[in-house]
């Protein structure tokens, strides 16, 4: 986290401090990200591990809602919490609130995650600085996805992260396919639309590299994502990996802004949300109204 100016009340919260969460997890216990009636989210896990603090039910937004199975490295949430629980956190106890509540909010978690404890950390708890919002204040996104596309590279110890493909695929001919999409699209056609949600994004990095180890690794960077889209992204590239489409495919499709029946979800299990960058503190309510006015 870069130096931030001093928190100040949520705008229109009656008062209420913004609190910034840096939350890591290995999404495979989960039903993904956001809250689901009668299934494990981690949404669901943190806010249950926060209101058994703050004695109180707890919401926390989020940088990117992921699917089941994803997982985060980088992931960035926010709660609001009146200065009284902010402040009562400490018990008592001379201490910085927010590495008060970092350490009893672990402690929660344990608990709440019982056998699965330690499939969800919070890595640094924060005051925000006014006008942060974990979504729309965001510049960007980034995702890894792994692929081993030979059986000499299937190692199991790293099966749960990586996807073990059947047939060789060309790196350059996936990253000749990928070019054409970066910048400012219309990426209908790689994402399951959201009835009122906009499918313009600005994809800053879709990129392949191939490892000293001969795992090959794909990089995903955008101002943010439509629901299944890198997914769809790295499907649709790896077909043109294996030979089975030519590169200049990918932007076809891109231009059609709709999917049919060759639209391939790669599975999720090797995706990982590694990064969200914000801007500098004074920036980030001008970030968030514009991203605001664009969604809109």
Same mark, same amino acid.
């Given at each position: 986290?870069?130096?931030?100016?001093?928190?100040?009340p949520?705008? =229109?919260?009656?008062?209420?401090? #913004?609190?910034?969460?840096?939350?890591?997890? /290995?999404?495979?216990?989960?039903?993904?990200?956001?809250?689901? !009636?009668?299934?494990?989210?981690? $949404?669901?896990?943190?806010?249950?591990?926060?209101?058994?603090?703050?004695? +109180?039910?707890?919401?926390?937004?989020?940088?990117?809602?992921? /699917?089941? =199975?994803?997982?985060?490295?980088?992931?960035?949430?926010?709660?609001?919490?009146?200065?009284?629980?902010?402040?009562?956190?400490?018990?008592?106890? /001379?201490?910085? !609130?927010?590495?008060?509540? %970092?350490?009893?909010?672990?402690?929660?978690?344990?608990?709440?995650?019982? =056998?699965?404890?330690?499939?969800?950390?919070?890595?640094?708890?924060? @005051?925000?600085?006014?006008?942060?919002?974990? #979504?729309?204040?965001?510049?960007?996104?980034?995702?890894?996805?792994?692929? &081993?596309?030979?059986?000499?590279?299937?190692?199991?110890?790293?099966r749960?992260?990586?996807?073990?493909?059947?047939?060789? %695929?060309?790196? /350059?001919r996936?990253?000749?396919?990928?070019?054409? %999409?970066?910048?400012?699209?219309?990426?209908?056609?790689?994402?399951?639309?959201?009835?009122?949600?906009?499918?313009? +994004?600005?994809?800053? #990095?879709?990129?392949?590299? #191939?490892? &000293?180890?001969?795992?090959?690794?794909?990089t995903? $960077?955008?101002?943010?994502?439509?629901?299944?889209?890198? +997914?769809?992204?790295?499907?649709?590239?790896?077909?043109?990996?294996?030979?089975?489409?030519?590169?200049?495919? @990918?932007?076809?499709?891109?231009?059609?802004k709709a999917?049919?029946?060759?639209?391939?979800?790669? !599975?999720?299990?090797?995706?990982?949300?590694?990064?969200?960058?914000?801007?500098?503190?004074?920036?980030?309510?001008?970030?968030?109204?514009?991203? +605001?006015?664009?969604?809109?």
């Amino acid at each position: 986290m870069t130096d931030q100016e001093p928190a100040a009340p949520v705008r =229109g919260g009656g008062g209420l401090l #913004r609190v910034r969460l840096e939350v890591s997890y /290995d999404g495979g216990p989960f039903s993904g990200w956001g809250v689901q !009636p009668g299934l494990r989210t981690v $949404q669901g896990t943190v806010e249950e591990a926060l209101g058994m603090l703050i004695r +109180r039910p707890i919401r926390i937004a989020v940088a990117g809602r992921t /699917d089941a =199975g994803v997982h985060a490295r980088g992931q960035v949430a926010h709660c609001d919490l009146t200065p009284v629980e902010w402040a009562g956190v400490l018990r008592g106890q /001379d201490r910085d !609130p927010a590495a008060a509540l %970092l350490r009893r909010l672990r402690g929660a978690l344990s608990k709440v995650l019982a =056998g699965l404890a330690g499939a969800v950390e919070i890595h640094a708890v924060a @005051l925000a600085p006014a006008g942060f919002d974990a #979504r729309f204040s965001a510049l960007w996104r980034r995702y890894s996805y792994r692929i &081993a596309d030979t059986e000499r590279q299937w190692d199991p110890l790293l099966r749960h992260s990586t996807l073990w493909y059947q047939k060789a %695929l060309d790196v /350059d001919r996936m990253n000749t396919a990928a070019r054409p %999409l970066l910048g400012i699209q219309d990426f209908r056609s790689y994402c399951k639309p959201r009835d009122g949600a906009t499918t313009r +994004r600005e994809l800053q #990095r879709f990129e392949f590299r #191939r490892g &000293a180890d001969g795992l090959i690794t794909v990089t995903v $960077q955008a101002d943010a994502f439509c629901h299944n889209m890198v +997914r769809s992204l790295v499907g649709a590239a790896v077909q043109v990996g294996e030979g089975l489409e030519e590169p200049g495919w @990918l932007h076809e499709r891109l231009l059609v802004k709709a999917r049919d029946a060759k639209s391939r979800l790669a !599975p999720p299990h090797p995706l990982i949300l590694e990064e969200v960058r914000y801007p500098e503190a004074a920036d980030v309510q001008a970030r968030q109204e514009l991203t +605001r006015a664009r969604r809109a």
